[in-house]
C-alpha cells in the first residue's frame, strides 16, 4: 500500500465550484505540505503543517485553505474555484528530523 | 518565487552517457535536495546534501554543493533509458520552515 495517498486522482469542475482535495499518510510524520505545479514553473508550496494545531501559509496561499483534521490527514480546499487553478496537485510528508519530502502521486484538476 | 533555478531546462543523451545538471540558488540554506519525476508522477526523493558538506554518492548519482557559489550539481553515471524523468532540486531557507523547488532539468536518455 502507498504511504501517502491522495483522492481524488482526477477532478473536472466548474468555475465558483467549491472543491476539497484530501491527503492520508500512514508514514507516522508530523509536518505535512501541499504544492501545485504547472507546466515549466516546478513545485510551489500552499500550505504546511507541522502538526494539527501548527497551520502555515506558504508562497501561495491566495484561494486556498487547509484542514488537518489528524496527524494523517490534511485537505486543501478551493472555495471557488478559478481556472488559473488547474494544474496538478500534490501532497507531501516529512519526517521533522530527516527533512526528506514523501509525495503522494498527485491529483490532476481541471477548472473550466 | 523560486530559490532553485536548475540548469539546463532539457538535457538529451545516449545510454551510457553521463548526465551533469545544476541548481543554483540565491539565499543560504540549511541543505539542497534532489528529486525525480516520472511523468505525471509524484516526486522520488533521490538525495540530500547538507551546508556542511561538499560531496554525496549514492549508487550511480553524485551530488556536489558549494555554498561559496551558491550551486549544486546532480551527475547521473552510466545513464539508462529508465533514467528518462525531470529532476528537481529543492533547498530551505535558513532560519525557515519550507522548501522551494526550482523547475526541473527534463533528462531524455535514448536507448
Known amino acids: 500500500d502507498a504511504d501517502v495517498t491522495q483522492t481524488p486522482r482526477n477532478r473536472i469542475t466548474k468555475t465558483g465550484k467549491r472543491i476539497m482535495l484530501e491527503c492520508s499518510q500512514t508514514?507516522?510524520?508530523?509536518?505535512m505540505y501541499w504544492y501545485r505545479q504547472d507546466p515549466g514553473l516546478g513545485l510551489r508550496l500552499i500550505y504546511y503543517?507541522?502538526?494539527?494545531?501548527?497551520?502555515n501559509k506558504g508562497e501561495i496561499s491566495d484561494g486556498y485553505s487547509v484542514s488537518r483534521q489528524a496527524q494523517a490527514k490534511f485537505s486543501l480546499s478551493l472555495e471557488s474555484a478559478i481556472p488559473n487553478q488547474t494544474a496538478l496537485y500534490f501532497c507531501?510528508?516529512?519526517?521533522?528530523?530527516?527533512?526528506?519530502?514523501?509525495f503522494g502521486p498527485g491529483t490532476r484538476l481541471l477548472v473550466l | 518565487s523560486q530559490q532553485g533555478e536548475e540548469d539546463p531546462q532539457a538535457l538529451s543523451i545516449q545510454e551510457g552517457e553521463n548526465a551533469t545538471m545544476n541548481c543554483s540558488y540565491k539565499?543560504?540554506?540549511?541543505?539542497l535536495q534532489w528529486y525525480r519525476q516520472n511523468s505525471g508522477r509524484g516526486l522520488v526523493h533521490l538525495i540530500l546534501?547538507?551546508?556542511?558538506?561538499r560531496e554525496k554518492h549514492s549508487g550511480r548519482l553524485r551530488v556536489t554543493l558549494d555554498t561559496s557559489k551558491k550551486s549544486s550539481s546532480l551527475l547521473i553515471t552510466a545513464s539508462r533509458a529508465a533514467d528518462t524523468a525531470s529532476y528537481f532540486c529543492?533547498?530551505?531557507?535558513?532560519?525557515?520552515?519550507?522548501?522551494?523547488f526550482g523547475a526541473g532539468t527534463r533528462l531524455t536518455v535514448k536507448p
Open positions: 507531501a510528508t516529512s519526517d521533522g528530523l530527516a527533512e526528506t519530502q514523501y
Open positions: 508514514k507516522g510524520h508530523d509536518r
Open positions: 503543517s507541522f502538526d494539527v494545531k501548527d497551520i
Open positions: 539565499t543560504s540554506i540549511n541543505n
Open positions: 546534501i547538507r551546508s556542511n558538506e
Open positions: 529543492a533547498t530551505d531557507f535558513y532560519n525557515n520552515n519550507d522548501m522551494r
